[in-house]
């Protein structure tokens, strides 16, 4: 994503072993040969984002489309600083002078590539989550170029938008910034939410950006056993088609990922998918409840560690689905409490993924016994060159610089830690260990200390049946729905979403594991809240409630990626 300034246009071809040349957006330097040192700036952007695509996401989308050009405003036309200056000057454009004696905060980014994912990548083998016509349950981590109206022109049909203002390229890319914050905006409000209920956003990332050989399908060994183990079967040549010609050699990569749930990302191949299927799964053996990392906590499906036979597993119990003991909606939820197997992927793959210059692919946690190669998100550009942002469920409050003033925005990661706020949201850098903060606890139980601003105070769920989880935080709609989705028949009454059957307010839960890679990744990441408040253009205007933008949100990530870019001469 960066360049030199003599750099000269043209459309590179590159070839990857088994996929031949595909031709790369891109400039020369007119040099040979590779760089003494990988870069540590650059002036070209390349933005991905990760959406959430499940149910109850549309009017999250809609905010993010909202906001996304803070961001984009940021990075394409910084504002003029200087010496004894309080309040930045914002220039009209990007051409325009700073008045005399001030600076751009960092170089204008001379292009941008926009590019989105969705959380849907199936159920890995699982009977739920099928292949469907009206439904988007597996977009297969490849580019989405879906509006509510059709499909959105994209660059020589890569896929991905490019906003060129200097033109660049051959051909150019789009020059007109309006056009280009319109089109990304269709982009984001076109990925929808008829997508996969078993959000796996985290892995989706890993796919497009790193993944060296991200599968084809997946395939069941034994059809007629709905257990048997599945495998992976060939290589997703246009996925990595589409990664060649989106990340340039040496841009910087940013990535927005929103979601209003924890991560679900289950280990492809194997049995994992299992877990996931409609029928309950095996019940785990007792001490798993309380001590999850003892040694004798194992699946009543397996066969007992030496020394650990549990009367609770003989005849190999399941959950009874027909009784509601064992939802569909709560599979990833406290899974080796539960099951006694943990078949996430573990939160170091992602760590890793994101910011290790080598991977062990064969690896679950992409760092363990195997061959170890070059991580391709980093084979020419430095670790520093990646920035990630989380909009997840978490408290706006626990994050915020100030929560009686959000016009301050939320913290920078090293905020975050000096702060001791890592610990409150997420606990020790422990497995299992819950977080201080109440709403921060995956829970189907009401929990002790709940801080009622927070997430309306939670909620009546059954105890006996639970098929849902307590909120982390909520945030007001726009307008309110009649009859909304989570105020119909079966909600709760003390739901803090709804007044009797309309609904007010919007929710989210606990995004722990997202949240930790964001921690693993030290000053790469950046955390903001889905719940974000409404907040006004103007932080000297009050908050208004009917104008929802993730403007905090964007402003930390803009703020973060200005370190890395080219500074202004």
Same mark, same amino acid.
């Given at each position: 994503?960066?360049?030199?300034?003599?750099?000269?246009?043209?459309?590179?071809?590159?070839?990857?072993?088994?996929?031949?040349?595909?031709?790369?957006?891109?400039?020369?330097?007119?040099?040979?040969?590779?760089? !003494?040192? @990988?870069?540590? $700036? =650059?002036?070209?952007? *390349?933005?991905?984002?990760?959406? /959430?695509?499940?149910?109850?996401?549309? #009017?999250?989308?809609?905010?993010?489309?909202?906001?996304?050009?803070?961001?984009?405003?940021?990075?394409?036309?910084?504002?003029?600083?200087?010496?004894?200056?309080?309040?930045?000057?914002?220039?009209?454009?990007?051409?325009?002078?700073?008045?005399?004696?001030?600076?751009?905060?960092?170089?204008?980014?001379?292009?941008?590539?926009?590019?989105?994912?969705?959380?849907?990548?199936?159920?890995?083998?699982?009977?739920?989550?099928?292949?469907?016509?009206?439904?988007?349950?597996?977009?297969? !981590?490849? @580019?989405?170029? $879906? =509006?509510?109206?059709? *499909?959105?022109?994209?660059?020589? /049909?890569?896929?991905?938008?490019?906003? #060129?203002?200097?033109?660049?390229?051959?051909?150019?890319?789009?020059?007109?910034?309006?056009?280009?914050?319109?089109?990304?905006?269709?982009?984001?409000?076109?990925?929808?939410?008829?997508?996969?209920?078993?959000?796996?956003?985290?892995?989706?990332?890993?796919?497009?950006?790193?993944?060296?050989?991200?599968?084809?399908?997946?395939?069941?060994?034994?059809?007629?056993?709905?257990?048997?183990?599945?495998?992976?079967?060939?290589?997703?040549?246009?996925?990595?088609?589409?990664?060649?010609?989106?990340?340039?050699?040496?841009?910087?990569?940013?990535?927005?990922?929103?979601?209003?749930?924890?991560?679900?990302?289950?280990?492809?191949?194997?049995q994992s998918y299992s877990v996931l299927n409609t029928a309950g799964f095996f019940k785990s053996s007792s001490v798993c409840a309380t001590n999850p990392l003892d040694a004798c906590c194992y699946s009543?499906?397996?066969?007992?560690?030496?020394?650990?036979?549990?009367?609770?597993?003989?005849?190999?119990?399941?959950?009874?689905?027909?009784?509601?003991?064992?939802?569909?909606?709560?599979?990833?939820?406290?899974?080796?409490?539960?099951y006694g197997v943990d078949a996430l992927y573990p939160v170091a793959r992602y760590v890793n993924a994101f910011s290790a210059s080598r991977i062990v692919p064969t690896s679950d946690d992409l760092a363990?016994?195997?061959?170890?190669?070059?991580?391709?998100?980093?084979?020419?550009?430095?670790?520093?060159?990646?920035?990630?942002?989380?909009?997840?469920?978490?408290?706006?409050?626990?994050?915020?610089?100030d929560p009686s003033d959000p016009s301050q925005g939320f913290q920078s990661a090293t905020q975050m830690m000096d702060r001791g706020t890592w610990t409150q949201i997420l606990g020790e850098p422990a497995?299992?260990?819950?977080?201080?903060?109440?709403?921060?606890?995956?829970?189907?139980?009401?929990?002790?200390?709940?801080?009622?601003?927070?997430?309306?105070?939670?909620?009546?769920?059954?105890?006996?049946?639970?098929?849902?989880?307590?909120?982390?935080?909520?945030?007001?709609?726009?307008?309110?729905?009649?009859?909304?989705?989570?105020?119909?028949?079966?909600?709760?009454?003390?739901?803090?979403?709804?007044?009797?059957?309309?609904?007010?307010?919007?929710?989210?839960?606990?995004?722990?594991?997202?949240?930790?890679?964001?921690?693993?990744?030290?000053?790469?990441?950046?955390?903001?809240?889905?719940?974000?408040?409404?907040?006004?253009?103007?932080?000297?205007?009050?908050?208004?409630?009917?104008?929802?933008?993730?403007?905090?949100?964007?402003?930390?990530?803009?703020?973060?990626?200005?370190?890395?870019?080219?500074?202004?001469?």
């Open positions: 994503m960066m360049r030199r300034a003599s750099a000269i246009t043209l459309v590179l071809s590159v070839c990857i072993t088994g996929l031949g040349c595909n031709p790369v957006v891109g400039r020369s330097d007119g040099e040979g040969g590779a760089p !003494a040192a @990988l870069p540590e $700036r =650059s002036d070209e952007v *390349d933005l991905l984002l990760v959406v /959430d695509n499940s149910s109850s996401m549309a #009017d999250k989308q809609t905010v993010l489309g909202k906001s996304i050009h803070r961001l984009l405003d940021t990075l394409v036309n910084p504002p003029c600083v200087g010496a004894g200056v309080v309040t930045p000057y914002q220039p009209a454009s990007r051409n325009e002078m700073c008045p005399t004696g001030e600076h751009r905060s960092f170089a204008p980014v001379r292009s941008v590539h926009l590019g989105i994912v969705s959380s849907s990548l199936g159920a890995l083998g699982a009977d739920q989550c099928p292949n469907d016509p009206n439904r988007q349950n597996n977009d297969h !981590a490849q @580019l989405l170029i $879906r =509006s509510q109206s059709g *499909d959105v022109s994209t660059y020589l /049909d890569y896929g991905f938008l490019v906003f #060129d203002p200097d033109a660049e390229l051959s051909p150019p890319g789009e020059t007109d910034y309006d056009e280009f914050i319109s089109n990304a905006v269709e982009l984001v409000q076109g990925v929808g939410q008829t997508g996969c209920g078993y959000e796996m956003p985290l892995e989706a990332a890993y796919r497009f950006l790193v993944d060296p050989n991200p599968y084809r399908q997946i395939v069941q060994t034994d059809p007629n056993n709905p257990l048997s183990p599945t495998v992976t079967d060939g290589i997703d040549t246009d996925l990595l088609a589409e990664r060649q010609r989106f990340l340039r050699p040496d841009s910087l990569v940013g990535v927005v990922m929103l979601t209003d749930e924890n991560d679900c990302s289950v280990k492809a191949g194997g009543c499906g397996q066969e007992a560690p030496p020394g650990c036979a549990d009367p609770a597993c003989d005849g190999a119990p399941r959950y009874d689905t027909s009784s509601g003991e064992d939802s569909v909606n709560l599979r990833c939820f406290h899974e080796v409490q539960r363990g016994e195997g061959e170890s190669i070059a991580n391709p998100l980093f084979a020419h550009r430095s670790p520093s060159l990646f920035v990630m942002s989380g909009i997840v469920g978490v408290p706006w409050q626990t994050i915020a610089v497995q299992f260990v819950d977080p201080a903060e109440p709403t921060m606890i995956e829970s189907t139980a009401k929990r002790p200390g709940v801080n009622a601003d927070y997430n309306g105070g939670d909620r009546s769920i059954d105890e006996f049946a639970p098929s849902d989880l307590q909120y982390a935080c909520i945030f007001p709609l726009a307008a309110p729905i009649p009859y909304g989705p989570n105020c119909g028949t079966g909600s709760a009454p003390d739901d803090p979403l709804c007044q009797g059957t309309t609904q007010l307010a919007a929710k989210a839960y606990p995004g722990l594991r997202e949240l930790a890679v964001l921690r693993g990744l030290g000053l790469q990441g950046i955390v903001g809240s889905i719940c974000e408040p409404s907040a006004s253009e103007s932080p000297t205007q009050p908050v208004d409630p009917t104008n929802a933008g993730y403007f905090s949100a964007m402003n930390a990530m803009g703020a973060r990626m200005a370190n890395s870019l080219t500074p202004s001469q």
